[in-house]
């Protein structure tokens, strides 16, 4: 049955059902505005408020940047990990490797400067929790890069020196320091990329050099982000996951002559192969750890966990060295053992 009445055209305008839009339009319903509050304590109240936005905004940038802080850490160590060193140390990094460190080591310090205002005075202690993270990872990132290249652990005052946010320009070669660290391979890669580019920006650098005075003015005035003894031993503690992962690898890889030949010569007093270092010094660690008072503290619950995961690390390098000397001297010449890298009881990874 074909629909019966009229149909409103496609314009909107006329049609049946006593329905025109020509008319007048209906009027809006719009909420009244509420008149503004007053009495004597609304100021007040509104400072509160101004200041709690204030300390929730710089409490998010701090986590921000704690995040990017780690992210550009990990990168460091990936990059550390692609070494492949018969000895330790390392004589010196080579170019490639400095220039990926760089840019990940320019972020980190170009992040911690700009919340060096942030965490001064009483509030450097009060938002020590959200930072935390981020300089464990920049420690634990230091800290292998300093092993690799001395075969030493980097010290308390030296890694609050790179975690402080005022001396960027030094660690990265941008200016010298009074004291020069041995440990910092930036200078030459920085030195040789910005020989090139002087010529072209002679007169854009002309105009920095103020704002370089007023910022260098500013930076007297700020105190560097303090770094507690705890975070200073916890990102200790993850360096030896890492130190585990390069001595796993540098077994692997390492003929088996070469080990059992290093092996033989340390005894005379010669240099000891990249496994052989590794295996004595988490070894050493692991003691110097273990008679560390953690109390009952929260650093106490977690130096406890990392000091299990620390353990079980140093299984897993000495089952693999062990695999690879003891069973290795009963396979062919250029025999290269399968790691387990599971290791043994205890392991909490």
Known sequence: MPPTGSKRPFSGSGGGGGYNRTGPKPQSHHTPQQPVPTGPYISMFTGFRNELDEHQDRRERIIKASRDITAASKKIIFSLQRLRPTTLPITG??????????????????????ILPDLQGLDG???????????????EAIGFRHYLLKRKVIEWKEAEWYTCGLNGDEILGRKKGDEVKEDVEMTD???????????????VEA?????????????????????SREDYVLGLFDMTGEMMRFAITSVATTPLSQLLGAAADSVDGKEKSTPQCLLQDLRTLQSAFEGLDLGFSAFGKDAEKKL??????????????????VRGSERPEGWVAEIDTSGGPGDQE
């Open 207 to 227: 105009g920095k050099k103020e704002e370089e005075k007023k910022e260098d003015e500013k930076k007297k005035e700020l105190k560097g982000i303090p770094l």
């Open 125 to 139: 202690g009060r938002w020590q929790r959200q930072i935390s993270p981020g300089l464990q990872e920049y420690i």
């Open 308 to 325: 299990k995961v620390m353990q079980a690390s140093v299984l897993k390098v000495e089952y693999a060295f062990y695999g690879m000397v």
């Open 93 to 114: 990094l080579s170019n490639h490797i400095t220039a990926e460190i760089l840019q990940y080591e320019t972020k980190i310090q170009d992040l911690l400067s700009s």
């Open 189 to 203: 890669v920085v030195s040789t990329q910005t020989t090139t580019e002087v010529s072209a920006g002679e007169g």
